[in-house]
């Protein structure tokens, strides 16, 4: 692999209003060769938002550069290993040593939806920075659309409860809906109201919530009995009560501690035992409640929805 400082993405910036001919010109005087690959835009592999999002930052070097992503990747990572696992992906991507000894990769996203082929790229653990252009950074984190279609539209798949679980949590419309406990899912999540209501394991969904940054409480009635239960992400607690019986979780999230990827919740809920453990790099959460073994996957949401929506998974 050639060496190419960081100052590359402003040359490659300026070669994007060339022709492919012309372009392919300046590249091979630069000594270098990007062998073109017509892949499918890749769909974007799982891990939980708030770790992935965090990877992303401006281009400083060349924050006009939209059509090309900027990905760094750890020294500890075989970095033909990283290409040719993105490759198969679906990502058009070279390797580059930086000026600083590191290797990095650049994407070609150039007619794709570059906000969320950055997603996509930032949730490879090996991936330790995206650098996008500036509008790419604002369709992500700007003021009046803060995430992409694709960021918004969480699941949650896999099994528990001794069933399937197909869950789709949409932030766009605020809605929760698909199968869970073998019976369907339909919740909508009103803000200004502070209500959730519809239908969630046979039952009528009708509570209010009152949200802050600190904490989260849940009230009113679902699955057949009397909700009240209080998430306090800061004391690591989820407090009250569910389906007829006390409720208890205590939980770590490491909030600050970077090497910290595994989050455990440990306590009762619905008379079991509850012990799950959720690792925040791939987003599966695994062990058991309810009675029964849990295996789900979250993509594009995290053990946030999952605490504060817990209704919904309590059976």
């Known amino acids: 692999m050639k060496n190419m400082p960081y100052i590359a993405a402003a040359i490659l910036s300026f070669s994007t209003i060339l022709s492919a001919s012309a372009e392919n010109a300046v590249i091979g005087k630069a000594g270098l060769s990007l062998t073109e690959i017509q892949v499918p835009a890749p769909e974007a592999p799982k891990s939980n938002q708030w770790m992935t999002l965090r990877k992303i930052q401006v281009n400083t070097a060349a924050p006009e550069m939209n059509d090309k992503l900027v990905g760094l990747i750890d020294r500890a990572f075989d970095s033909y290993t990283a290409v040719r696992e993105l490759t198969q992906a679906g990502f058009k991507v070279q390797a580059y040593q930086s000026n600083t000894g590191g290797y990095m990769i650049f994407a070609d996203v150039t007619g794709q939806d570059a906000a969320d082929q950055a997603v996509g790229l930032a949730r490879y653990y090996y991936i330790t920075e995206v650098r996008v252009g500036q509008r790419v950074y604002d369709q992500l984190f700007g003021l009046r659309n ?57 039952s009528p969904v009708n509570l209010k919530f009152d949200w802050s940054t600190e904490e989260v409480r849940v009230y009113g009635g679902a699955n057949h009995s009397q909700v009240n239960y209080t998430v306090n992400w800061k004391g690591g607690l989820l407090q009250g009560y569910l389906n007829n019986a006390p409720l208890k979780l205590e939980f770590d999230l490491g909030q600050g501690y970077a090497d910290q990827t595994i989050v455990s919740v440990k306590g009762y809920a619905a008379s079991a035992p509850v012990n799950l453990t959720y690792n925040k790099v791939n987003g599966h959460i695994g062990g058991y409640m309810n009675n029964s073994p849990v295996d789900v996957n979250l993509v594009n949401c995290d053990i946030y929805d999952f605490l504060q929506y817990l209704f919904v998974f309590v059976k």
Not at 153 to 158: P, V
Not at 174 to 182: M, R, Y
């Open 146 to 202: 803060k995430s992409t279609y694709a960021v918004k539209m969480g699941t949650i798949k896999g099994g528990m409860n001794h069933s399937q679980v197909d869950v789709k949590l949409n932030k766009l419309d605020w809605t929760i809906k698909g199968g869970i406990n073998n019976s369907p899912l339909d919740v909508r999540i009103n803000h200004e109201e502070k209500t959730i209501t519809g239908g969630a394991n046979l």
